[in-house]
């Protein structure tokens, strides 16, 4: 049985804005990385799985009972991180984690210690003065301190600094070796590249890809881009080849050609017809293949 299970979830605001449709499962153990431009429903779907909002058709599920019905027992295996941190006014940081200890009615000291410690964070002062980062390791310590397996992140790294987003990519990695289950929603490619097993691409509230990471860090097609000496090379070369070309820039005569593995051989033979003057192999990365569908109308 999947951990977390979104079917068919729809949940429409008006004027095209929702969620529709919208189908994942996410396995013990694995890490999901759920992307997309802003105001795409990441937000919205996660609000669901904590059982915040009702869905109109559809539903979520943790650990086989509804988000929205069973909310509290499913919450008590779940460390949430809001995308938007809102802590109450007039508390020091010390006294907010001692009331999510009662609310969460867990006391693992060595635990909320070690995190203190991890994220160098000093909770005596209020937390209405504390910076945006400070507020964020609150909601980072408080969230973990009762070592939930299930963690249900939305943009976890947002209002941190480098150092401070490197050290919460090496927690999540800690996390995952101990087995939990991640959701992560994210516009950092670095982060879900570090640790994402499978990646979900929502756009304008539907979900328009799901990926495994592995496959596309080893796809097997490539860019090479060829720099002719002349423009009338680059022309002859466009105009011979059955290669797919992917790109062509023709003040710079260059062109960029989509192969496969089996086609190197044919590519270079071709161009021994030509003056080159540079051919490189652009690499294929994660960002890449993410920018794709974040341009308007892919
Ligand atoms: N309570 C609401 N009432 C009306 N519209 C809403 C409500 N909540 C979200 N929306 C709309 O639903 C769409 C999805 O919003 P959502 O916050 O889920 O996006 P997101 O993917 O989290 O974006 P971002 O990357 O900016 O955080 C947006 O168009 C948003 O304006
Ligand atoms: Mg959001």
Known sequence: MAIIEVDNLTKDFGYGRGIYSVSFQIQKGEVFGFLGPNGAGKTTTIRHLMGFTNPQQGHAAINGMRCNEQT?????DVGYLPGE??????LTG???IKMMQGLKN???EERL???LDKFQLDPSGKTKRMSLGDKRKLAVVTAFMADPDILLLDEPTSGLDPVMQQTFIDFMKE???RGKTILLSSHMF???DAICDRIAIIKEGKIISTVNTDEIRHNINKIYQITFTTREDLDAF???????????EQDKHMAEVVINDMEINQLVKVLTNYQVMNFKEKKFSLEDYFMHFYVKGA
Do not use: C, D, V
């Open 85 to 90: 941190i809102a802590l109450p006014e007039g």
């Open 94 to 96: 010390w006294e907010f």
């Open 238 to 248: 466009t105009k011979e080849t059955h290669l797919t070309i992917s790109l062509t």
């Open 113 to 115: 210690q070690y995190l």
């Open 190 to 192: 670095g982060e879900i």
């Open 175 to 177: 996390e995952k070796k």
């Open 106 to 108: 867990s006391h693992n």
């Open 72 to 76: 509290s027992e499913i919450l008590r």
